[in-house]
């Protein structure tokens, strides 16, 4: 028999799954198991821990084997990733950007470091990520097509690109994307800070957009401490991602000289070291992730009023951050369970407040947000660490 | 009897000094003999390599300790320091930043991360840094000063900011800077990329700006792999910075909220922990470059044609880099110098082209560059790492 939602339900399931063996269990931590220690040894051993050293090749080596890409670029973090995606794509000052409403906030700043404007799309009830179908019905209203580029017919501004977000390892639908893109002369840029290991159709996330990025921040799948990736399959563009986060060097055994406004975004080696390490036992974290989000599955699936969120089914998703969300009228009850599960030292937290609703995004253009707002309240994340699936891996 | 340079005597001079145990020396090389296993290792061990962690706080108290500043806020490199620094004083898209024409990259790039524009200043010879007594005259013939802001007669704009920054460790005469800004009502911010360790009459650089940059590149006196630094004594600018670099987010247990467009340019905590193992051994690295430069300088005074570039009087400099400079008539042997130097394995590079010159940079407004230009053509940088002083420093 079904029982109703309420905090105190929660606790004792998120306690029953997790089995905690100490008093606060985060969100995501990290799990340095494998080769962390001996690569990041090297490094200090041999005094390469910056520009200088083999990690960051054998870093981007690991990458595009992994997700498939013909280039892959490490970088300081995710955010700067994105950054230069944009400016690869060729965004630039006063266009506009199609993005969730629904994401962290590094999807909207890396536009307007551009300089450019986000323009804030509803999501999807079915992959929590930006809606290709009311994307679609949005531009037919708002957007014209001329000499091959697309316009927002009420602001006047060209609309260049598009940059969907797959919400906690969950793939958006791509295809319909795809075609949305070639139909209205949009660039397609995935952020993929969140799903590494995870595939849509087969194929991996980042690897259909003209360029994507990638997080290796602390909370993320596999980390680097700190860092990021662009990901391509336009060698041209890979190669000028590098030339673009190296502050534009031009090659040259001594002399510096820059072609342009560069940045200073490469990954030290020390960091990549940690991410060869990490990248080493990925298939393990992914295996281990989709282990415990099987096991909550099963477990709120008894519970009248909330779901356990789970990968659309074009999607193979690595369940970075598990969420449950709470049906409307049960809606009420999400700050009584973010408080009672923080308090039971069980770590939970809600999805990010919109971006359209940001001081600084506030005037920002955008459609219909009615599906972003529902999950903004109903949507709880629950503590998704790789070590915690570890028991229900079947050997 | 002094003999006369030439790139053969260049070499042997420094394989004098230096007396190399490998096939090569490069220019400046980190030493890591201190802590950084053990500091490491334990971010290894508790799983806090990213955004949470004690290393990140311990740093900042040391640099704050050291520089003897009020407030440090530990970043991903001295370009993001800077770029911060910058936004801090208020620098806005199209106001003018007075910067040295002979710096590295970084100084005039944070200008353009603004929006803003740089405005090129030429050197002293005394210091190679940006001179005071050339920019006086040059404000005093475009600027004018309305209603507490400075203003180019010239371009119309606003100059908001003067950057000098400490050349190879040495300082720019700090007190003639503070006093022009002063009276054109313009922002000092400090480039101390390079002068961790040094200090004008007694205190320490980057504590003069109102906020200031400090780098800690893998090329740096202390590294953190990748990493920089903001300094200031304003205590209200100091947690903005902090505020700016971790994505403007307001403080709560579980909410996202940001209230402005924030950057993510904090340092990882392992880039800190190896930092503050670094900042341990600091005193001990400035004993070694300072015993290795007053070696360079003794062999170098009996050769006719080159001089050793010392330290200005006011300055006690940490020699992070150092140069040697041809007299005029010797200059055109700088090329043959570099080509005779790096076949022998023994790393020297000139210093930068002037940023003035180029592409991106090319249209940007500039005083006569006539000093600058001089040192551009007669500059060449010699191995530099504090472990090559370890034999001179006296016991």
New interface residues.
Partial sequence: MKTTVSAEKIVSILNEVISPDKDFIALH????QGN??VY??EC??T??????GKYVDKFEEMLKEFTGTKRAVAV?????ALHICLKLVGVERDDEVMIPALS???TA?AV??C?AIPHFVDSSEETLGLDPVKLDEYLQEIAVVRDHACYNKQTGRRIKAVVPMHTFGHSVDLDKLVDICQRYHLELVEDAAESLGSYYKGRHTGNWGRVSALSF???KIT????GGAIITNDEALGQLAKHLTT?A?KPH????????????Y??????AA?GCAQLEQLPAFLARKRALAHVYQERFSDVEGVSFITEPNFCTSNYWLNAIRLKPEWSHLRDDI?KLT?DHGLM???V??LLSN???YEQAPRMDLTVALNLESSIVNIPSSSNLGAAYVES
Same sequence: chains 1, 2.
């Avoid at 931590?29 to 340095?32: A, C």
């Avoid at 055994?253 to 200073?264: L, M, R």
């Fill in positions: 931590e990290p799990s340095f962390e220690w990041v040894k200090l051993d005094g390469w821990v910056s520009s200088v300081v973090n995710g955010t700067a962290f906030i590094a700043n307007a470091y300089g921040n602390g909370n980390t680097t401490g700190g502050t060097k055994a001594w002399e510096f000289v820059h072609d342009q406004v560069g940045y200073n490469r990954m030290p080696n020390i960091n940690l973010l923080n939970t937290r809600p990010w407040r940001l001081p600084m």
